[in-house]
């Protein structure tokens, strides 16, 4: 009989290789998915009104947001793995029923003030297709209810995925536009910050529209959805850290084309002015392919996000949750999910700048942010909670950093608001 | 809960941080958790002792050293908290292990949670009766503490839950032990019924919440519940007990319930 140890040497560092990938690639898609979150209707709005009125100035603060939202998304997977709960479960869990009420009431607030920020920009892009918001929001409300409701989501997800691919001629455009090589990377590589009450705001708006709430709760539960086990936790960070930082390349991108297109134009007024970042790459089907862009991104937002706070928050209290079930069958579930559908299309039909609007759902974001960053800091510090997997001595320095400096720049913004400083 | 006897329930929720005095009425320490002794066979853990807080640290109390009510916890005269809490086999700490935590089904389904957790004063002292699902449950505690245990909202009793079952399977625990995997993150308890299930409370368990009501709470129950299954749930009282029942219903209720029970009997 031979001896199967040499075979087994010569095969096994290739075996191994060959499993790594595998695993990873199996693995792959929940983190990149909930960065991506991020790019949304508000989030492209903010992103271009950030180019258009501060130019490249903000790209510094954006590869800083980059690195807090690496070390959020990848606490979050962390939990998510290592305890089996979503974020909602564990919070429940592991706080009082008052710090449980309390984080849930920021998640309602923040993800309704997101819903508006979607249904802003379904009204933002049909404006382009001459059709006023009175009439494309009501038609949105009852589409993404319908739709959600009555079951036949899934196909439509796909469709609002498929729009939302028109935003991937932003990296083209950004480099068709010939921005200033030197100037973008002095940008990149330190900050040409600009000492105004208008940056602080727009500032804490980009933190809120790229390290949502939304997204950290959808990273630990879809981690937990995919039955990812600690064993296989390597390949998830890596989805993790390669989903924040693919998420916003894409977002730098953004604010790159539209600020070699209409930088220094001040706050961006519409849809249309944004869309002519994307001309240098499509010419004069760019407002249209912005229009079809930003209502696939807003209709497929609209509807997750209502949906993922209803799950979180029945999930929390244990009530009845599921798509699948009949109206009466999950009334709390389903009265949360309408509820912030009548509230965001409603807000968002108020008259005014549905530019403006969306901006400011996102600053509303950013000022919640840094409380809810609180509760995941805290969990992956305990050792109780995860164990040997909890946040290490350098990581825990790192992230509460991250978090500090998030919650002092949003209280700044909170403080000057409600004082009138500026 | 399905035990029909007479006695007083303590909601666990409303337990928690109320004083721990010593026998002269002075507050020593706070009640942070409530130990029971879950093994096999057992479909009613006995509470064996009270963990307090003292201070920053803790301190453990054996039951039979302290008098339990639903607004505090007092020492026996001449008793001390000495011990110093280390988790035995079998035991669970409500308050860490069950309360606020899944309750899974037998699918592994996630299901609910405990919203709040029951005592029930059985003839060997403090048992756990079973947990409330109910959202009010939840809600309720957000509210001041009451001086009374709440009446249940959408009870289980503790007799239909198996086992205590790891997020992750530990290969190392044994099935036989109930309380196996207690106090671990992510692990839940799973209920021995299917989800399906959990959607209605059952006669039975409607007749044991009746049975640890006020007779005024007890009315409303009965209002409330589906009328076929408030009738069940009458049958299986004692006639003493259904008849004071009866006595504080409206007049209308009262003649569908006697109506259906009738029917019931014929």
Same mark, same amino acid.
């Given at each position: 009989m031979s001896d199967p140890a040499p075979l087994a040497m010569a095969t096994k560092?290739? %075996?191994?290789?060959?499993? %790594?990938?595998?695993?990873?690639?199996?693995?792959?898609?929940?983190?990149?998915?909930?960065?991506?979150?991020?790019?949304?209707?508000?989030g492209i709005l903010t992103y271009a009104s950030a180019g258009s009125q501060f130019g490249y100035r903000t790209l510094f603060l954006m590869v800083l947001v980059t690195v807090a939202l690496v070390v959020v998304q990848e606490m979050c997977s962390r939990l998510g793995?290592?305890?089996?709960?979503?974020?909602?479960?564990?919070?429940?869990?592991?706080?009082?029923?008052?710090?449980?009420?309390?984080?849930?009431?920021?998640?309602?607030?923040?993800?309704?003030?997101?819903?508006?920020?979607?249904?802003?920009?379904?009204?933002?892009?049909?404006?382009?297709?001459?059709?006023?918001?009175?009439?494309?929001?009501?038609?949105?409300?009852?589409?993404?209810?319908?739709?959600?409701? *009555?079951?036949?989501?899934?196909?439509?997800?796909?469709?609002?995925?498929?729009?939302?691919?028109?935003?991937?001629?932003?990296?083209?455009?950004?480099?068709?536009?010939?921005?200033?090589?030197?100037?973008?990377?002095?940008?990149?590589?330190?900050p040409h910050f600009v000492r105004?009450?208008?940056?602080?705001?727009?500032?804490?708006? *980009?933190?809120?529209?790229?390290?949502?709430?939304?997204?950290?709760?959808?990273?630990?539960?879809?981690?937990?959805d995919k039955g990812i086990k600690p064993a296989e936790y390597g390949g998830e960070r890596v989805d993790a850290v390669s989903g924040a930082i693919w998420s916003d390349i894409i977002s730098i991108f953004i604010i790159i084309a539209t600020a070699a297109a209409i930088g220094g134009s001040g706050p961006l007024q519409s849809a249309e002015q944004a869309a002519e970042a994307l001309k240098p790459?499509?010419?004069?089907?760019?407002?249209?392919?912005?229009?079809?862009?930003?209502?696939?991104?807003?209709?497929?937002?609209?509807?997750?996000?209502?949906l993922s706070t209803a799950y979180a928050i029945t999930d929390a209290v244990g009530a009845p949750r599921s798509v699948s079930a009949r109206l009466r069958e999950a009334p709390l579930f389903y009265g949360l999910f309408t509820l912030q559908i009548v509230l965001g299309a409603g807000i968002a039909l108020a008259p005014g700048n549905l530019v403006a609007l969306a901006v400011n759902a996102q600053v509303l974001n950013g000022i919640i942010t840094p409380?809810?960053?609180?509760?995941?800091?805290?969990?992956?510090?305990?050792?109780?909670?995860?164990?040997?997997?909890?946040?290490?001595?350098?990581?825990?320095?790192?992230?509460?950093?991250?978090?500090?400096?998030?919650?002092?720049?949003?209280?700044?913004?909170?403080?000057?608001?409600v004082l009138g400083l500026h | 809960m399905r035990r029909a006897l007479a006695g007083e329930l303590i909601s666990l929720a409303n337990l928690l941080g109320r004083p721990l005095l010593d026998d002269a009425g002075t507050k020593v320490a706070t009640v942070d958790d409530v130990v029971v002794h879950w093994v096999r066979g057992s479909s009613y853990p006995r509470v064996v002792a009270v963990l307090a807080r003292i201070g920053k640290g803790y301190g453990l109390v054996g039951d039979q050293d302290v008098t339990i009510t639903q607004r505090s916890v007092r020492l026996r005269t001449g008793?001390?908290?000495?011990?110093?809490?280390?988790?035995?086999?079998?035991?669970?700490?409500?308050?860490?292990?069950?309360?606020?935590?899944?309750?899974v089904d037998v699918a592994g389904v996630q299901v609910v949670r405990a919203n709040d957790v029951y005592l029930f004063g059985g003839v060997h002292g403090w048992e756990l009766a079973g947990v409330d699902v109910g959202v009010w449950a939840f809600l309720r505690r957000l509210g001041r503490r009451r001086r009374m245990c709440p009446p249940p909202v959408r009870a289980i009793d503790w007799a239909d839950l198996q086992s205590f079952v790891p997020r992750y399977l530990d290969a190392s625990l044994p099935e036989s032990e109930?309380?196996?995997?207690?106090?671990?993150?992510?692990?839940?308890?799973?209920?021995?019924?299917?989800?399906?299930?959990?959607?209605?409370? %059952?006669?039975?368990?409607?007749?044991?919440?009746?049975?640890?009501?006020?007779?005024?709470?007890?009315?409303?129950?009965?209002? *409330?519940?589906?009328?076929?299954?408030?009738?069940?749930?009458?049958?299986?009282?004692?006639?003493?007990?259904?008849?004071?029942?009866?006595?504080?219903?409206?007049?209308?209720?009262?003649? %569908?319930?006697?109506?259906?029970?009738?029917?019931?009997?014929?």
């Open positions: 560092p290739r %075996r191994r290789w060959v499993v %790594r990938l595998l695993t990873i690639l199996a693995i792959l898609g929940p983190g990149l998915i909930a960065a991506n979150a991020g790019n949304d209707a508000g793995v290592f305890t089996g709960e979503g974020l909602g479960g564990l919070i429940r869990e592991q706080f009082s029923a008052r710090s449980t009420f309390l984080a849930l009431s920021l998640l309602l607030v923040a993800n309704a003030g997101l819903t508006v920020s979607e249904f802003a920009g379904v009204g933002a892009s049909m404006e382009i297709f001459d059709m006023s918001p009175r009439i494309s929001i009501p038609i949105a409300a009852v589409l993404v209810w319908g739709l959600t409701v *009555l079951g036949s989501y899934s196909r439509a997800e796909r469709l609002f995925l498929i729009l939302t691919l028109a935003f991937l001629a932003y990296p083209i455009a950004a480099f068709l536009a010939h921005p200033g090589a030197k100037e973008v990377v002095s940008n990149l590589v330190w105004s009450h208008a940056f602080l705001v727009l500032a804490v708006a *980009l933190i809120g529209t790229t390290i949502t709430p939304y997204m950290q709760f959808y990273a630990a539960s879809a981690v937990v790459a499509v010419g004069a089907a760019a407002p249209q392919l912005f229009a079809f862009g930003l209502l696939g991104a807003s209709l497929l937002a609209a509807s997750v996000v209502p409380l809810l960053l609180t509760y995941v800091l805290i969990l992956a510090n305990r050792s109780s909670v995860l164990g040997a997997a909890r946040n290490g001595p350098r990581f825990k320095v790192v992230a509460t950093i991250c978090v500090a400096t998030v919650g002092i720049l949003s209280f700044v913004v909170l403080v000057q608001t | 008793r001390q908290i000495v011990a110093k809490p280390v988790r035995q086999k079998g035991y669970v700490a409500l308050a860490r292990d069950v309360l606020d935590h899944q309750l109930p309380a196996a995997a207690a106090g671990e993150v992510g692990g839940a308890v799973r209920l021995a019924v299917p989800a399906g299930d959990l959607k209605k409370l %059952r006669a039975q368990d409607i007749a044991a919440i009746l049975a640890e009501l006020g007779r005024g709470q007890q009315a409303q129950v009965a209002a *409330l519940a589906p009328a076929s299954t408030a009738a069940e749930a009458l049958a299986q009282l004692s006639p003493p007990q259904r008849q004071a029942l009866l006595a504080e219903l409206t007049e209308e209720d009262r003649r %569908r319930l006697e109506g259906l029970l009738e029917d019931g009997a014929t």
